[in-house]
Nanobody, 117 residues
Framework: VQLQASGGGLVQAGGSLRLSCAAS?????????MRWYRQAPGKERELVAR???????NYADSVKGRFTISRDTAKNTVYLQMNSLEPEDTAVYYC???????????WGQGTQVTVSS
């Protein structure tokens, strides 16, 4: 397994969850561009958060100020802290990695986040 996502679940609106994406094999949080995407039922997969070089991060407008992407290089893990969750955040969340040197892309298996109103 190259990318293992976890941390999804059912939460009430206003609540919080933290997703984790553990990288292994040829992927590390240092040698790969890592991002979080999500896909809601009937919708296209969308980029939620990403590292944009160094410590710079970018977020979808819909999650700015509520979600935070971070990484622990020692654990080779990327996180997505999600606060003030809304029913519109309900989706399957996927972690993504592209190894910088090879260009090879990887997707995690997805973790379901359901926010009840």
């Amino acid at each position: 397994v190259q990318l293992q996502a976890s941390g999804g679940g059912l939460v009430q609106a206003g609540g919080s969850l933290r997703l984790s994406c553990a990288a292994s094999g040829s992927i590390s949080s240092i040698n790969a561009i890592m991002r979080w995407y999500r896909q809601a039922p009937g919708k296209e997969r969308e980029l939620v958060a990403r590292f944009a070089g160094g410590s710079t991060t970018n977020y979808a407008d819909s999650v700015k100020g509520r979600f935070t992407i971070s990484r622990d290089t020692a654990k080779n893990t990327v996180y997505l802290q999600m606060n003030s969750l809304e029913p519109e955040d309900t989706a399957v969340y996927y972690c993504y990695a592209r190894v910088i040197t090879t260009g090879r892309e990887y997707w995690g298996q997805g973790t379901q986040v359901t926010v009840s109103s």
